[in-house]
C-alpha cells in the first residue's frame, strides 16, 4: 500500500542550526510534494510544493529537495528560531490531485 | 488570516446526536476536502468536491455526508454520533488539483 514515513521521533536543535527532516515513501509515484507547517491545535499551514521534475527548491530560510529514485524528501530550516517549533508534514499528490497522502509528521523543537 | 472559517471550534455531544460540521472559505475555490486527524497521525480524506452539486467520498467516509450547494459552502453532517467518531475534523480547500491545501483551524470533536 503507498506511504509515507516521517520519523516519528521528535528532533530537537539548536536555534541558529539548520533543521533537516525527511520524507520518504513507497508504492507512490507523485506528480509533486508538498510541505505543510502544524501547530498544536490547528490546521497545517502550506509551505512548498515541489514538482517530480525539479530537484530543489527555497523559500526564504526553507529549502527541500527531492529525489523520485530515492522516493525521498529533504526539508531544511537555515537559521532556525524558537518560532519555527512545531510539526512539519509531507504530503504526496498525483498528477490529477486525485488522491494526496499525508505522512504523520515530524515533531521539531528548537530551543533558544 | 484564514480564508476558510470552520464552526464550531470544540463540540462535545451525546452518543446517537445528529450534527453538522461548517466549512466556508472566501477564495472562490472549486475544490473543497474534508479530512479527520486523530493526535500525531495522518490526515485521512472523508470526502472532498470539485464544485457546485459534486461531492464524492474518500477512504474514510465515517457514516457521514456532506453538500456543495454553493461554492463557498461545504458542510459535514453525522447523522448519528457514536464515541469512534471523536477526532478532529479538517476542512481544506484548493484553487487547482496541483496546488497546495489552505486549511481550516479545525474543529475538535468528542463524543460521550
Known amino acids: 500500500s503507498q506511504k509515507i514515513e516521517q520519523n516519528s521521533e521528535a528532533l530537537n536543535i539548536q536555534e541558529g542550526k539548520t533543521a533537516t527532516l525527511t520524507c520518504n515513501y513507497t508504492?507512490?509515484?507523485?506528480?509533486?510534494l508538498q510541505w505543510y507547517r502544524q501547530d498544536p491545535g490547528r490546521g497545517p499551514v502550506f509551505l512548498l510544493l515541489i514538482r517530480e521534475n525539479e530537484k530543489e527548491k527555497r523559500k526564504e530560510r526553507l529549502k527541500v529537495t527531492f529525489d523520485t529514485t530515492l522516493k525521498q524528501s529533504l526539508f531544511h530550516i537555515t537559521a532556525s528560531q524558537p518560532a519555527d517549533s512545531a510539526t512539519y508534514l509531507c504530503a504526496l499528490g498525483d498528477t490529477g490531485g486525485f488522491k494526496t497522502i499525508f505522512g504523520a509528521g515530524t515533531r521539531l523543537f528548537v530551543k533558544a | 488570516e484564514a480564508d476558510i472559517y470552520q464552526t464550531p471550534r470544540y463540540l462535545v455531544i451525546g452518543t446517537g446526536k445528529k450534527i453538522t460540521l461548517e466549512c466556508s472559505q472566501t477564495m472562490g475555490h472549486d475544490k473543497m476536502y474534508w479530512y479527520q486527524q486523530d493526535p500525531g497521525m495522518e490526515l485521512h480524506l472523508i470526502h472532498y468536491s470539485y464544485g457546485v452539486n459534486s461531492t464524492e467520498k474518500g477512504d474514510l467516509s465515517s457514516e457521514s455526508t456532506v453538500s456543495r450547494i454553493r461554492t463557498e459552502h461545504f458542510p459535514l453532517t453525522l447523522e448519528s454520533a457514536r464515541p469512534s467518531h471523536t477526532s478532529q475534523y479538517l476542512c481544506?480547500?484548493?484553487?487547482?488539483?496541483?496546488?497546495?491545501?489552505?486549511f481550516g483551524s479545525g474543529t475538535r470533536l468528542t463524543v460521550v
Open positions: 508504492n507512490y509515484s507523485p506528480a509533486y
Open positions: 481544506a480547500s484548493r484553487a487547482h488539483s496541483n496546488y497546495g491545501y489552505t
